[in-house]
């Protein structure tokens, strides 16, 4: 059996950058390939698709936000991201996970945190349930008055109306529909959805129920669904069924 070496595509601007990380990561045994902006980002994807892509969120043109948003709604959308970002903001590396990316690291950095960011990443996603997975079959999960479609990875209301998700957001109701009627911690749901742990500081997960429940119409007062538990972290209230395959 050929055993697989991971690819990993570096999109980033700064050529020393690229090079730096991109020579690191054939040492530690994957395959590189480097990329400057969004057109050699397209133009080396035309050859098959990575198993990670690290993008750089500050490129000139089209920035690195934009480019993660067309990932994920293209035929590369079950390929793993981990964004960099010279700007170390809350509501960046929000905006960044909202737009689908699986990590982020704020730039300087460390090549061997970089390394760890994207195993973690790897390994995450490659031992994701099946539901997540977009080449399985697909599966409708019905709460209350919403059901989920696994594979376009959206929400249909009562009435079928579809709620698009980013992929923060996707991640996160996933956890809570695998795990209903559960106290999860902060760093539980931090850890599940990003592969990390959180530090004292850090609002991020808050900020993803907040935005998760304005898709659920959720009220934070009264919530139906995903239930605030002080010092403890939160519940998702909701019984949850699998109603068969999706569309």
């Given amino acids: 059996m050929i055993e697989h ?26 395959r590189v390939t480097l990329a ?6 397209r133009a080396r994807l035309e050859d098959g698709a990575p198993d990670l892509i690290v993008l750089d969120l500050m490129l000139p043109g089209e920035d690195g936000l934009a ?13 793993p991201v981990v964004m960099l970002t010279a700007r170390d903001e809350e509501a960046d590396r929000i ?26 990443v790897l390994r995450r996603t490659r031992m994701l349930p099946p539901g997540m997975q977009v080449t399985e079959t697909a599966q409708m999960l019905a709460f209350g008055d919403w059901r989920l479609d696994t594979t376009a990875r959206h929400l ?17 109701l996933r956890v809570f529909l695998d795990h209903p ?13 990003q592969g990390r742990q959180a530090d004292p500081f850090d609002r991020s997960i808050d900020l993803l129920v907040s935005r998760l429940r304005q898709r659920l119409r959720d009220v934070a007062r009264e919530p139906r669904y995903i239930k605030t538990l002080r010092s403890e972290g939160y519940v998702f209230a909701s019984s949850v069924a699998a109603v068969g395959e999706a569309s």
């Fill in 67 to 79: 480019l993660c948003r067309e990932l994920r709604v293209g035929k590369f959308r079950a390929v």
């Fill in 95 to 120: 905006l960044g996970l909202e737009m689908g990316a699986d990590d982020y690291l704020p730039k300087p950095f460390a090549v061997r945190e970089l390394l760890a960011r994207i195993r973690s």
């Fill in 181 to 193: 009627q559960r106290v999860l911690t902060r760093d539980q749901l931090l850890n599940l959805t």
């Fill in 36 to 41: 400057a902006n969004g057109r050699e980002m």
């Fill in 5 to 30: 070496i991971d690819h990993i595509l570096i999109v980033d601007d700064d050529r020393g950058i690229r090079e730096l990380v991109g020579t690191y990561l054939e040492k530690q045994g994957m």
């Fill in 156 to 172: 249909l209301d009562a009435q079928g109306t579809m709620v698009a998700l980013s992929g923060a957001e996707y991640r996160l």
